[in-house]
Structure formats: C-alpha cells, structure tokens
C-alpha cells in the first residue's frame, strides 16, 4: 500500500532527507529534492509505478522541490490544500480539505505546523507529513506556526484508529499514540518552561532561549530556538496569561 524513499533535502537538522512516498502504486506524496542527483535517484525509483498524481502535505521548500520536475516527465496533476495552491511557486491542478476521500484515501486538515497541511488516512495507516517525525522535533515558526491549532491537530489525530505513521522525516512509527503523546507532552513541558523563564525576569525570546536551553543546543541555532519561544507566547497571550510590547513579554 505505501512505499517510500528518502531523498535529501534542505531539512533542518538532525533530519537530512525527506521522504517521498506512493500511495497504492500510483499517488506520488511529496517528490521533495531540490537537487539534480536526487532527482534522478527517485526518477529511477518511481518509474516502476503506473502513476496518476502528485499529492502535497503543505508547501515547505524540503516538501515540494522536485515537483515540478516529477510533474513534468510524467504529466502527472498536482493536487493540495487549497492553502498551499496558493502558497507553492507551481501550478495547483485541483485540492482537497477536511473530509475529502482520494481514491479510499481519507483528508485531515491539520494546521498548525503549516496553514494547509493536510494528512492521509486509510486502513490504519497515516501519512503525517510534518506532524512528527521519527527523528528530531517539528519546528513552529510563527507566523505559520501555531502552538494551538498544532495541540489541537495532534489531539484529533490521538483519535484516529491509526497502527502506523508515515511521517517526512525518519522512519515509520509502529506505536503512533505514544509518539502524539509525546509530542503532546513535550510542546506543554515546553510552555511551562517558558512560564518559568518569565517569572525568572526574561523578557525577549532570546532572554528565554538562554533559560531554557542553556548550552543545549549550539549558539547558532538560539535564533531559531527563539521563534519557537514566540509561538509558545503567543499561544500563552491568547489565553490572557502573557502581555507584550514591542519584543519584550511580561506575565500577568
């Protein structure tokens, strides 16, 4: 039912490659290289499948690289959240949204990592885009990154009947309520680390980051550390426990 190939991309570490799957031999999801050698790896690849179309999870470059090219030799539609029509430097032939089927194929629309991300169900099998990943952590950066339609996204997929996910990155998760747990989990311990920072006296996101990861994670990578703090405050000031001014944060 699903086969999958990685090709490299330019991911965010510790991920190298994303993974472009087939969907019942003829649904390409995600042909994501960018770059000529893996074009032509996964060119190789696919030419063993009688392929119908190009599906998208959502617009991220290390998603939609090789699209066009994939597209082209095949003469193969593009199909995506309408979201991501509108957001991907190509065509869009026809989307799909919450409660859509594709060919037994049932549509989630999961925002929160991306505006139109959407995810795949059937029979047990989830192909999760961006949701999670094996390896690593998924990255919110607003202002297309949402802490709560991402809780909210994770939570509704907790409730599938799902034995298997398909993630981009890394391989298949064969126990997928412990890996939303986690994830769960891991975004709300991140939170309460951040309410912590803030009574300790940090204002900025990057006051935060030096609290909270310390010398974790390297110096360089602070500024991207700090855009995820900004999601977690902005989450905290829509529930009325943060205020902010400019690019300093207070709790109430």
């Known amino acids: 039912m699903i086969q999958r190939f990685p090709v490299r991309t330019p991911t965010l570490p510790p991920a190298t490659h994303t993974n472009c799957y087939v969907l019942d031999g003829v649904t390409v999801v995600e042909p994501a290289s960018p770059y000529a050698d893996e074009q032509a790896r996964l060119e190789e690849w696919l030419g063993q499948f009688p392929l119908e179309r ?25 199909i995506s959240h309408p979201w991501t029509a509108d957001n991907v430097p190509f065509p869009v032939d026809s989307t799909l949204d919450e409660g859509d089927d594709l060919h037994g194929w049932d549509v989630f629309f999961t925002p929160g990592h991306a505006p139109g991300h959407l995810c795949f169900v059937k029979q047990g099998h989830l192909v999760c885009g961006d949701m999670v990943a094996s390896e690593g952590t998924i990255i919110l950066d607003p202002p297309e990154g949402d802490l709560g339609l991402y809780l909210d996204s994770l939570e509704r997929l907790r409730e599938l009947p799902v034995e298997v996910m398909y993630p981009a990155h890394g391989a298949p998760i064969t126990d997928p309520i412990a890996k939303l747990n986690e994830y769960i989990t891991h975004r709300n311990k991140r939170t309460d680390q951040i309410r912590s920072a ?44 943060v205020a902010v001014e400019g690019d300093t944060w207070r709790p109430l």
């Open 54 to 78: 190009i599906l998208l999870t959502h617009h991220h470059m290390d998603h939609i690289g090789g699209v066009e090219r994939v597209r082209e030799k095949w003469d193969l539609p593009v």
């Open 198 to 241: 803030l009574r300790q006296g940090a204002l900025t996101p990057l006051e935060i980051v030096e609290i909270v990861y310390g010398d974790t994670i390297p110096r360089f990578v602070y500024p991207l550390a700090a855009r995820q703090a900004v999601c977690h405050l902005q989450w905290l000031e829509a529930r009325g426990e």
